[in-house]
């Protein structure tokens, strides 16, 4: 799998902005910037504590999004980015967080799928949302994307 000892910390943004915002710069993201409301999922070296990945997770508009993953380019493939998808996974099985929406690069269905995101159509996502990925469309036209909806699975009644 990987040869690096990893560990996964859950921050506010207040908290993880002195290690995410360097890392954006680092990873050729630098107009992301941490926020205080947002919750980070920081993958870290645990050697030297330096930033491998994260997750940023933010609640707009009433709806809970998965807004962003990077994986530092150093350690891709390494099956890293899953560690990290399935500890924001288990943050929303948690907290008992039901709908979470995300608007990945197409050639990511698959990755993730593997936590039960499912692609769905432009008018079953709420309007800001419809309008942010027409946005992404428009302004970056040779990429593709796509509206995923992760839906909580409901218990089996017997």
Request: positive net charge; hydrophobic residues 40%.
């Amino acid at each position: 799998m990987n040869n690096v000892l990893t560990r996964v910390e859950i921050m506010n943004g207040a908290e993880a902005k002195a290690l995410v915002d360097p890392f954006y710069v680092a990873v050729g993201k630098s107009h992301y910037q941490a926020r205080n409301d947002d919750t980070f999922f920081i993958l870290l070296d645990s050697a030297n504590n330096n930033v491998i990945g994260t997750v940023r997770y933010c609640v707009e508009e009433g709806v809970s999004m998965l807004r962003s993953m990077n994986v530092h380019p150093d350690f891709r493939g390494k099956k890293l980015g899953e560690l990290l998808l399935h500890a924001f996974e288990n943050y929303l099985i948690k907290n008992n967080i039901k709908n979470t929406f995300c608007i990945p690069y197409g050639h990511l269905k698959r990755f993730y799928g593997t936590i039960n995101f499912k692609t769905i159509s432009d008018d079953e996502a709420p309007v800001f949302l419809q309008e942010r990925i027409n946005s992404y469309r428009l302004n970056y036209a040779d990429k593709s994307f796509l509206l995923m909806r992760r839906a909580a699975k409901e218990p089996q009644i017997a």
